[in-house]
């Protein structure tokens, strides 16, 4: 998953016009079939929206709901692609602008999946020290405990280590809400709805990353409050989602939790619970503190199983989501392509019948 490098220069993107000061949907301009397709786009997302709504703060950045959330974005980007196909608005009529603004999402959407994914597999290199010191936690010896304790030590230190990649991807994302803005389209209605879609599908895709980033990075100053005006069908339930979900990161960050990441910290938690334990040595002779002590080892390693199964699902629905922008990318520049064949060969047949006549 490293595709993230175009010929295609990185500009900013939206750079042509500000939709928070929208007032309307300007559904004047588009007939009621095309207000029809972008009311049905804006609706399904705003249920999308209200889906992502945790049940309860505890849910929030759990790897359930972060996987959840990614593969929110996959449907969201694919259902853009179907709308260029429902629109029946081939690339070959599509505004340079609309081309560069596509480009410009979809180069730096590949960076910051390269980044999560780098981070995500990062996260689960700390899975050998963990299952080692398991494997040092059941005999009660205090050999096996010094080694135990030790590799603990590695562990969480390897957590806490920073990613530099993710501290890219923040800067990527700033720049994308720097230039949160709806390209002009002039004489096409088609390309009203397109671009009033992608607007919407963006504004979804900075949240979910802007979420990642700072849960991976420690910080909840890598955390982004995005401004969206209240003519948008979907706004009001993306309202609610960000307000909780932000507000739950900022506290638990203020917190000085171990991580955000629910189970990150849960085995955190266990570990923590196990030191005065093996710092100072089970009993071999009491066996009620014998096993008290399985016990608590038999809860870290279903909260390091739950952990590295969480992880991996994550890792795939990130891998998706690449997958989903790499299609939809290699598809605009497939049809470019294709278009600028067809418009070669035109060019040249009526060269050569100028020549004839």
């Not at 997302?45 to 945790?54: C, G, I, S, T, V």
């Not at 960050?253 to 619970?273: I, P, Q, R, T």
Request: aromatic share 8%; glycine share 4%.
């Amino acid at each position: 998953m490293s595709r993230s490098q175009d010929p295609h220069p990185s500009r900013s993107i939206f750079p042509f016009g500000n939709p928070f000061r929208m007032k309307s949907h300007k559904g004047s301009h588009l007939s009621p079939q095309l207000l029809g397709v972008l009311q049905g786009f804006e609706t399904t997302l705003a249920e999308r929206l209200r889906k992502l709504m945790p049940k309860s703060k505890d849910e929030i950045l759990s790897l359930s709901w972060m996987t959840f959330a990614i593969k929110s974005l996959c449907e969201s980007h694919n259902d853009i692609r179907t709308l260029i196909t429902d629109l029946d608005l081939p690339v070959s009529v599509w505004d340079d602008k609309w081309v560069d603004v596509y480009f410009d999402i979809s180069t730096k959407l590949l960076d910051i999946c390269n980044a999560f994914s780098s981070e995500l597999s990062r996260l689960n290199q700390g899975n050998l020290p963990l299952k080692c010191a398991l494997h040092h936690l059941g005999p009660a010896s205090s050999k096996s405990f010094i080694r135990a304790c030790s590799l603990l030590d590695d562990w969480r230190r390897h957590i806490n280590a920073k990613n530099p990649r993710i501290e890219k991807c923040s800067a990527v994302l700033d720049g994308l809400v720097g230039s949160l803005d709806l390209p002009k389209v002039k004489n096409s209605a088609k390309g009203k709805v397109l671009m009033q879609a992608m607007y919407g599908v963006k504004v979804e895709t900075v949240f979910v990353c802007s979420v990642f980033s700072a849960a991976f990075s420690g910080t909840s100053k890598k955390l982004l409050d995005l401004d969206v005006a209240d003519v948008y069908a979907w706004a009001p339930a993306f309202k609610s989602l960000q307000n909780l979900v932000n507000e739950e990161i900022r506290i638990r960050f203020s917190s000085g939790k171990f991580s955000v990441l629910n189970e990150l910290e849960a085995v955190d938690a266990v570990v923590k619970e196990l030191y005065p334990t093996i710092q100072g040595d089970v009993n071999t002779e009491d066996k009620v503190e014998q096993e008290s002590h399985l016990k608590t080892v038999e809860e870290l390693g279903v909260a390091a199983e739950k952990l590295s199964q969480g992880m991996d699902l994550l890792a795939k629905g990130v891998d998706e989501f690449f997958q989903a922008v790499l299609t939809s990318r290699d598809t605009l520049l497939s049809s470019l392509r294709f278009d600028k064949t067809v418009n070669d060969r035109v060019v040249g047949r009526n060269m050569d019948q100028q020549v004839v006549y």
